[in-house]
């Protein structure tokens, strides 16, 4: 085989490759993050016309069940660190798993159940919103906001200065890199050096015969201070727990002072809150250093009804089921009365759900199912009455049905005998005219012999004469 009729296959079979790659289903690849979710147990699920969309419902007070689970379709493990379902009302726990941290294996997938239950004072007048997080950590821990872990610090003489600022006091540790001797030597904290944590401008006491290179935690603006906000909010969250810093930073003196928890501060770590005890001036601005979760969330939301939301709705649905079954098989005037007072409560019951008016249109829903069940016993009330006159008028004229049918009988046989005798007449007519028939057939085949033997003598006489005169006398 020649090279060019390999590099040819060799093309066919990667083409003929990537179609079969493109053919394969969707569905063959594993969804990431949360997938299969599954309420259970509501009042009723589907399209609600007072909400105007689709929902699940609960009632108040009962118990909202949501399971799901989560796929890690990548190629390395996860920590999963824990998981909550939150309202609008508030958080709840999973039922299971029970106890956190975990890890979830590479291409494998971990399921989570949450019972909540319903305030009683949940408003029905609005959608409920939630979202389901699940809090892990990929290899390399927790993700850190706004930490340096290696970098080339410009700079000459015994001036440098850091990149980004301001940093967290002390969190810094300085290297002197030596490439031809191909030596890293870490400098002790604020050891030949002094730095500026709000500027970052780091000046050494002789100047650097090798590269500065520098690792350290610089902050993030939280909220800048007006003198009476007391509360801001992390970028990221969940929070590791005790992994923040709060710094507050003077814009006038330029100086980073690293505040106290609890005496300056405190931390929602589920939601990344950081509210201060002292409002900061308006020069003022809260910064923080810290470590977070990653996460996969969904999001969605449910109604919480009330009874007559949830006993309209079910009445709703077993008139439709009722009407669509037996509404075509009712014919007589008292049951078509009553079906059309009925779907006209059914009409007004829809329009008061709609509107908001749920006790009414319960009570309305109601009656127009007493009408529709009203018109389906009279319609079968109709069908019993006519089916037992039918059966009487039948009993009773059994017996001139059967006179009748003698009668009839009778005359049948009447006919059929009749119909013998002349069956027999005309036998015998054919039979005489057949017999006919044959007698002048023989009587013309008679005359017709003789005819052609008095033809055959006056030839032979004929003859006969010519010979005799051509001899002479």
């Known amino acids: 085989m020649t090279k060019s009729k390999v590099s040819f296959a060799l093309i066919m079979t990667l083409v003929v490759v990537s179609l079969l790659m493109l053919m394969l289903p969707a569905g063959a690849v594993a969804a990431p993050g949360i997938v299969e979710k599954n309420w259970s147990e509501s009042a009723f699920e589907g399209y609600d016309t007072f909400y105007a969309s689709d929902v699940v419902a609960y009632t108040a007070g009962s118990t909202a069940k949501f399971e799901f689970r989560v796929n890690n379709d990548g190629g390395t493990d996860l920590k999963i660190t824990g998981a909550s379902l939150v309202f609008d009302w508030g958080t709840c726990a999973p039922v299971t798993p029970t106890t956190f941290p975990f890890v979830l294996p590479a291409h494998n997938y971990a399921s989570f159940r949450f019972e909540c239950v319903v305030p009683a004072d949940a408003t029905n007048q609005t959608l409920h919103t939630y979202t389901a997080i699940v809090n892990y950590e990929g290899d390399n821990g927790p993700s850190k906001v706004s930490e340096v872990y290696w970098e080339d610090v410009p700079g000459g003489g015994v001036t440098y200065g850091l990149n980004h600022t301001p940093i967290v006091p002390d969190s810094e540790v300085i290297y002197l890199e030596d490439t031809a001797a191909n030596t890293v030597n870490a400098l002790g904290l604020n050891s030949g050096y002094a730095i500026n944590d709000y500027t970052g401008v780091i000046t050494f006491t002789a100047a650097p015969t090798a590269n500065v290179r520098a690792k350290y935690k610089y902050t993030e603006a939280v909220f800048t201070g007006d003198g009476s906000t007391l509360v801001g909010y992390l970028d990221h969250a969940p929070v590791v727990d005790g ?231």
């Open 243 to 473: 992994s923040w810093v709060v710094c507050r930073v003077d814009t006038v003196a330029e100086t980073i002072t690293v505040l106290t928890q609890t005496t300056d501060y405190t931390v929602d770590p589920s939601n990344g809150k950081v509210t201060m005890v002292t409002a900061p001036a308006a020069y003022q601005v809260i910064r923080a250093y810290y470590q977070y979760y990653n996460r996969f969330t969904t999001s969605g939301s449910i109604a919480v009804v009330s009874a007559d939301q949830e006993t309209y709705t079910m009445n709703w649905r077993r008139y439709n089921e009722t009407y669509n079954t037996y509404w075509l098989s009712i014919y007589s005037g008292e049951a078509l009365q009553l079906g059309g007072q009925a779907e006209q409560a059914r009409a007004q019951a829809e329009i008061e759900y709609r509107e908001g008016n749920f006790a009414e249109a319960n009570a309305t829903m109601q009656t127009a199912l007493n009408n529709l069940n009203a018109a389906i016993a009279a319609e079968a009330a109709f069908q019993t009455t006519i089916g037992t006159g039918l059966t009487a008028l039948l009993s009773g004229g059994g017996e001139v049905i059967d006179a009748y049918g003698a009668k009839l009988n009778a005359e049948a046989q009447n006919i059929t005998d009749l119909t013998d005798a002349q069956v027999k007449k005309l036998k015998g007519e054919a039979s005489k005219a057949a017999n006919t028939g044959v007698f002048y057939i023989m009587l013309g085949v008679f005359t017709l012999l003789v005819g052609i033997a008095a033809v055959l003598w006056g030839l032979g006489q004929f003859m006969g004469a010519r010979a005799q005169k051509s001899q002479g006398p």
